[in-house]
């Protein structure tokens, strides 16, 4: 069920984080970028972002180019590159998207989107391999730790 909030909440200390399975995104440079995590009030935070919008490994796409012109079946691909992106039903979705919630709550205390440090979990990660590296496995550094003040 779907409650309303009232204004001072909305531009109060709460700040209200909706999970959702759609895919979302922004127009940027006369194109659209899928989001994983869009900050503000509320954030969102996608699932479907989560596997869609980073980017798969760059060979990747130049063999799926190449199965799809010879007319050949995919599922082999991702056989093939299984492990090196997070997949639907994804057991590891749970604490890569606690990751991306924690950058919604970074940017309500301090209004810093993500760190600059790609060893943080925290990073604004593009590529399916760096999610699984620093969203699954990080923790975050000590800067952002001293914003969150944790």
């Not at 079946?73 to 299984?82: A, G, H, I, T």
Request: with cysteine; hydrophobic share 35%; aromatic share 10%.
């Amino acid at each position: 069920m779907l409650s309303m909030c009232t204004p001072e909440e909305l531009n109060g200390d709460v700040l209200h984080i909706v999970f959702t399975g759609r895919l979302f995104g922004t127009f940027e440079d006369r194109r659209y970028h899928a989001r994983v995590v869009l900050t503000g009030e509320p954030a969102l935070v996608s699932t479907s972002g989560l596997v869609e919008a980073p980017a798969k490994p760059r060979e990747y796409y130049f063999i799926k180019g190449g199965l799809i012109q010879s007319g050949k079946d995919l599922s082999v691909l991702d056989e093939m590159y299984k492990g090196r992106f997070v997949e639907y039903d994804d057991p590891k979705t749970t604490p890569i998207i606690c990751s991306y919630a924690l950058q919604a709550v970074l940017y309500h205390v301090s209004g810093k989107a993500f760190c600059d440090n790609e060893n943080c979990c925290l990073y604004n990660s593009h590529w399916q391999e760096d999610v699984l590296r620093v969203q699954y496995e990080g923790k975050p550094c000590d800067d952002c730790l001293e914003l969150l003040k944790l």
